[in-house]
């Protein structure tokens, strides 16, 4: 099975502080990979070395089979990685489909076709009667909602998600969950998904892995992995 993640030994410091201790993780084109672990436990630091955004200080990275000593965030997405972060990085001055046509528009020109596929996204994810009002006008859910759209605007092959469901409700997270599904069954996507709700992933992931002060410490069979001493001692405190 062909890779589309790859990283090899990667360690990162932030001063005196090691945030990750030579972590090695593979994924599967097609495969969703469920990350977990603690507060502090490096799974964010992960994610922003996979997206670019900060260098790792040991290791090697290959993201849809390039090198990622030789890419810019920028490029990435060229590739066809998409992220949604755990804190929203919508643009509060724009409506939400203009929000949305910055994805569309890295693949179409004519700006009232690029707008007009916004809204078949934002039709995706339940909020095209949102599509004129300004992002900052949206509650917690639809900034999510519209996020949601956004990366999938991109027709990405890999998705790097950082704690969607965060502050929503049951309901709400079931809604972002099944929108998930359904676009990594039509699409094939590969997936990284970092969640403190744990129930939550289970049932989503065909793989988790757990960071513990910057470690890998399980890696496997989602049901397995949570009944590993390591990951209730590290993760659960018990």
Do not use: C
């Not at 569309?104 to 916004?118: C, G, I, M, N, V």
């Amino acid at each position: 099975m062909p890779r589309d993640i790859v990283a090899k030994d990667i360690s990162k410091y932030f001063g005196g502080i090691k945030a990750l201790d030579s972590v090695s993780l593979e994924v599967s084109r097609g495969e969703v990979v469920g990350l977990i672990g603690p507060n502090g436990s490096g799974k964010s630091t992960l994610l922003n070395i996979l997206r670019g955004h900060i260098k790792p200080d040991k290791g090697y990275i290959e993201i849809a089979g390039v090198d990622m000593r030789r890419i810019s965030p920028e490029r990435l997405a060229k590739l066809g990685v998409a992220s949604i972060y755990q804190f929203p990085k919508m643009i509060w001055d724009l409506t939400v489909v203009e929000n949305v046509m910055l994805s569309t528009t890295r693949y179409l020109q004519d700006p009232w076709k690029a707008e007009l596929l916004a809204i078949e996204f934002l039709k995706e994810v339940g909020l095209d009667k949102k599509a004129y009002v300004r992002a900052s006008k949206l509650n917690r859910y639809e900034i999510r909602l519209a996020e949601l759209a956004r990366a999938i605007a991109m027709k990405p092959r890999i998705l790097l998600v950082d704690e969607i469901l965060s502050g929503l409700s049951e309901g709400e997270q079931k809604m972002i969950r099944e929108i998930i599904e359904i676009y990594l069954a039509q699409s094939g996507a590969t997936m990284i998904w970092v969640e403190h709700a744990i129930g939550s992933l289970i049932e989503e992931v065909d793989r988790l892995v757990v960071l513990n002060a910057g470690s890998v410490i399980a890696d496997g069979e989602p049901r397995k992995v949570i009944r590993d001493e390591r990951v209730i001692k590290a993760y659960l405190g018990v």
